[in-house]
């Protein structure tokens, strides 16, 4: 809940996980317990001063595809199933490869873990609301949806990628939920 010399707090006291603190940004775990909210006050303390509390507005799905340049364009940060980078040196095939795709904002989970804690793989954290993930302008079939196992606020989408998907080393994939679209990257598929 502090890193280095900064807290962040919601409302009237509940801590926020911090996981970095640099170069003017903060990446944090918006926590559970605000999840019947739409809108919280943010506060920061840093070396002992504290902030004016701002308002915030909190969503049910925000979802976002982490990508590798860690701007949201671009290679996609996924994986095969031997947990490789599915890019233009290992390209997934079409009809036959499931691809883990890294996000956050699918919501409410099963086996909610306690805020900043890690995922539990037995049994799995599974998003209450299922996910659409179009790769190459066809749908996907979803295996898994939920919380990745090990991490604090992660989820990891288990896709099979379509046989109908375009190919090429550039191939766009997208998650729908809850009527809330994420940015685009991209993994190639032969």
Not at 23 to 37: D, H, I, S, T
Not at 73 to 98: C, H, I, M
Request: some cysteine; overall charge negative; charged content about 5%.
């Amino acid at each position: 809940n502090s890193l280095a010399g900064l807290c962040l707090e919601f409302g009237s006291g509940v801590k926020v996980p911090l996981f970095a603190v640099f170069g003017g940004q903060v990446n944090f775990q918006v926590p559970w317990e605000l999840a019947v909210q739409s809108q919280s006050p943010l506060s920061a303390t840093i070396n002992s001063q504290t902030s004016a509390a701002q308002a915030v507005n909190l969503a049910v799905f925000a979802p976002g595809i982490f990508s590798m340049n860690a701007q949201g364009t671009g290679q996609a940060a996924t994986l095969d199933a031997s947990y490789r980078l599915v890019d233009s040196s290992n390209p997934a095939a079409a009809g036959s490869t499931v691809i883990q795709i890294f996000c956050t904002g699918l919501g409410a989970v099963t086996n909610q873990p306690a805020t900043g804690s890690a995922a539990l793989s037995n049994p799995p954290s599974s998003t209450t609301t299922t996910p659409t993930v179009m790769i190459g302008g066809a749908q996907a079939s979803v295996q898994f949806s939920g919380l990745a196992p090990g991490s604090v606020g992660e989820y990891q989408v288990n896709a099979l990628v379509p046989p109908g998907s375009a190919k090429g080393s550039a191939v766009p994939v997208v998650i729908s939920i809850g009527g809330a679209t994420s940015n685009t990257v991209t993994i190639a598929v032969q």
